[in-house]
């Protein structure tokens, strides 16, 4: 079955740029949507965006200006890359296969925690 | 401020029927299916109900969906312990080229 694992700095610096990347185990990377969702401590979800294997992306329209994100069938992963990063940004970070391309995410990856602090 | 709307929080004892709402839009719940998600403490969200009303193996029958116009519900009937978690709504949403929205989520209590 298909798994997912986030890695990436546990810590980043404010105005700095957040890099995490999700590794996909377990079957192909190919042919699906892959996103990535990020949970504040105590409160909901949000979706930061999404890749296609083709590499076309669509973005949450409050963060595209600070968000980029790539993938690499070669290795099986995909990234994400955000900029500019502040207090506001500290929050589990998620990876998840969106089947269908239409909030169908499954499986999701354990989370990471980033914490932006100087 | 989210752009599904979920009631904050639900409650019922064990063996009770509960449902959670979702409220939308045109531009998304309306044009596009709902997905339902639910989230124990300390761990990811597993996903529960896809396309309005379709279980993922292994997810029991107690568990249902359904999608009317802008809203859709998640209902849980049987209500377990183990069922006391946070539920959350998404849609894809077609508005400035397409992104996906969630609702903010209810925390289920299990009394």
Not at chain 1, 10 to 33: D, F, M, Q
Not at chain 1, 48 to 60: K, P, Q
Not at chain 1, 71 to 85: G, I, R, W
Not at chain 1, 86 to 91: E, F, I, N, P, Y
Request: charged share 15%.
């Amino acid at each position: 079955q298909v798994q997912l694992q986030e890695s990436g700095p546990g810590l980043v610096k404010p105005s700095e740029t957040l890099s995490l990347t999700c590794t996909v185990s377990g079957g192909s990377i190919s042919s699906y949507y892959w996103s990535w969702i990020r949970q504040p401590a105590g409160k909901g979800l949000e979706w930061i965006g999404r890749i296609y294997t083709s590499g076309s992306t669509n973005y949450n329209p409050s963060l595209k200006s600070r968000v980029t994100m790539s993938v690499d069938t070669s290795k099986n992963q995909f990234s994400l890359k955000l900029s500019s990063v502040t207090a506001a940004d500290t929050a589990v970070y998620y990876c998840a296969r969106d089947v269908v391309g239409a909030s169908w995410f499954d499986p999701w990856g354990q989370g990471t925690l980033v914490t932006v602090s100087s | 401020q989210s752009v599904l709307t979920q009631p904050p929080s639900a409650s019922g004892t064990p063996g009770q029927r509960v449902t959670i709402s979702c409220s939308g839009s045109s531009s998304n719940i309306g044009s596009n299916t709902v997905n339902w998600y639910q989230q124990l403490p300390g761990t990811a969200p597993k996903l529960l109900i896809y396309s309005n009303n379709q279980r993922p193996s292994g997810v029991p029958d107690r568990f249902s969906g359904s999608k009317s116009g802008t809203s859709a519900s998640l209902a849980i009937s049987g209500l377990q312990s183990e069922d006391e978690a946070d539920y959350y709504c998404a849609a894809w949403d077609d508005s400035l080229n397409g992104h996906v929205v969630f609702g903010g989520g209810t925390k289920l209590t299990v009394l």
